[in-house]
Each structure stands twice: as structure tokens, then as C-alpha cells.
T-cell receptor, first 111, second 111 residues
Framework: DAGITQSPRHKVTETGTPVTLRCHQT?????MYWYRQDPGHGLRLIHYSYGVKDTDKGEVSDGYSVSRSKTEDFLLTLESATSSQTSVYFC??????????FGPGTRLLVL | KQEVTQIPAALSVPEGENLVLNCSFT??????LQWFRQDPGKGLTSLLL?????REQTSGRLNASLDKSSGRSTLYIAASQPGDSATYLC??????????FGAGTRLTVKP
């Protein structure tokens, strides 16, 4: 398995609180991604990064921000969590137009 | 906007049967197509990646084909086993490595 870890793996939080999810890679891949997976919607891209400090929006970016200050770390922040952001969040890594490798996921419940 | 459809949504077969999973996409301007496997409660495992210039890829009992002009891909699984039971997802990459996923086919292989 590609060296990708996500933390935390599970989190329960309350509406209105900020939440930060971390993705860490040991593969030195240039591209990193955040997806969410929901029943009935499948996997959808939130944000991605194509280098340190280089990020762009995906299909469902509203309510989320990201940061990448080091090659190995990609942070996803929910500034003020809402119940609609309850989901399973996956991080992925790749080189340009090559295989994407996924992390184990983070289950987030917003009450 | 790229739309990815997978048919059937669910499939149940007896052990040993050969089977085909289908994936179609609406915009043929893709860079690659990737097939993944997802076990319940787990992350995604990459199975095969087909670049847009390729017609097929093989790995063990798996063979994936790509017809970019018609917007179709198939995943062929030979001699299915109970351990193949999982959800199979296809995804296509366009500009900026933006990957769009299908909803998946849930496969059950009965002993």
C-alpha cells in the first residue's frame, strides 16, 4: 500500500465548530486530493493540490478550505461544520495523470 | 460536466463465473480511466489504470478495456471467487487530474 495516513480516523463534532483533517504521505507524490463519499452521491472531489502552496477547487468545495505547506501534508478544514458535512473523507495522492492511491478514510459526524 | 455511469448497480454470481462490469462516460476528452475496488468500510484500492492512448490493461484475472470514442470501459473478471465480492468503481480523469467517479457496482460472488 502507498504510504498514506489520515488523522483522525473518526471524529464526532458539533455544528459550528471548526474541524481540521490531516493527510500525510511518505511517497513524495506531487498531487494530493480530498474527496468525500456519501450514499447516493458517490465520491466527489473537494479540493486538490498540485504542489506546495498550490491548490484548486473541486466539485464540492463550498464550506471547505485546504492548505499544503509541505509536500507530505495536506490539510482539510471545515471552518464551521454543518450536519451536511457528515461524511467519509478520503485523501488520495498521485503523480500527474497516474494512478491515484487512497488513504483509509476519516469518518466525520457533525451533530 | 463529465458524468460517469456504472451498470449494473449490483450483481450476484456463482463462484467460477466470468463477469463483465460496465462503465460509461459522457465526455470523451479524458486522460485516463481507473478501476478501483472498495470493501465495506474501507478505502479504495486501485486495480487498473488505462491511459487515453491505450485500449486495455490486464492484471491477473482482471482485464479492463477502454473505447474512448464511444465513452465506454469494461472490467472483465475471470473465474470469479468469493474474495472478489466488493464494490467496483470506475473513474475518469480530465483536465488538472480532476477525477469523476461512477456510483459503483456492488458485486457478490456466492460460494
Amino acid at each position: 500500500d502507498a504510504g498514506i495516513t489520515q488523522s483522525p480516523r473518526h471524529k464526532v463534532t458539533e455544528t459550528g465548530t471548526p474541524v481540521t483533517l490531516r493527510c500525510h504521505q511518505t511517497e513524495n507524490h506531487r498531487y494530493m486530493y480530498w474527496y468525500r463519499q456519501d450514499p447516493g452521491h458517490g465520491l466527489r472531489l473537494i479540493h486538490y493540490s498540485y504542489g506546495v502552496k498550490d491548490t484548486d477547487k473541486g466539485e464540492v468545495s463550498d464550506g471547505y478550505s485546504v492548505s499544503r505547506s509541505k509536500t507530505e501534508d495536506f490539510l482539510l478544514t471545515l471552518e464551521s461544520a454543518t450536519s451536511s458535512q457528515t461524511s467519509v473523507y478520503f485523501c488520495a495522492i498521485s503523480e500527474l495523470r497516474e494512478t491515484q492511491y487512497f488513504g483509509p478514510g476519516t469518518r466525520l459526524l457533525v451533530l | 460536466k463529465q458524468e460517469v455511469t456504472q451498470i449494473p448497480a449490483a450483481l450476484s454470481v456463482p463462484e467460477g463465473e466470468n463477469l463483465v462490469l460496465n462503465c460509461s462516460f459522457t465526455d470523451s476528452a479524458i486522460y485516463n480511466l481507473q478501476w478501483f475496488r472498495q470493501d465495506p468500510g474501507k478505502g479504495l484500492t486501485s486495480l487498473l489504470l488505462i491511459q487515453s492512448s491505450q485500449r486495455e490493461q490486464t492484471s491477473g484475472r482482471l482485464n479492463a478495456s477502454l473505447d474512448k470514442s464511444s465513452g465506454r470501459s469494461t472490467l472483465y473478471i475471470a473465474a470469479s471467487q468469493p474474495g472478489d465480492s466488493a464494490t467496483y468503481l470506475c473513474a475518469v480523469s480530465g483536465d488538472n487530474n480532476d477525477m469523476r467517479f461512477g456510483a459503483g457496482t456492488r458485486l457478490t460472488v456466492k460460494p
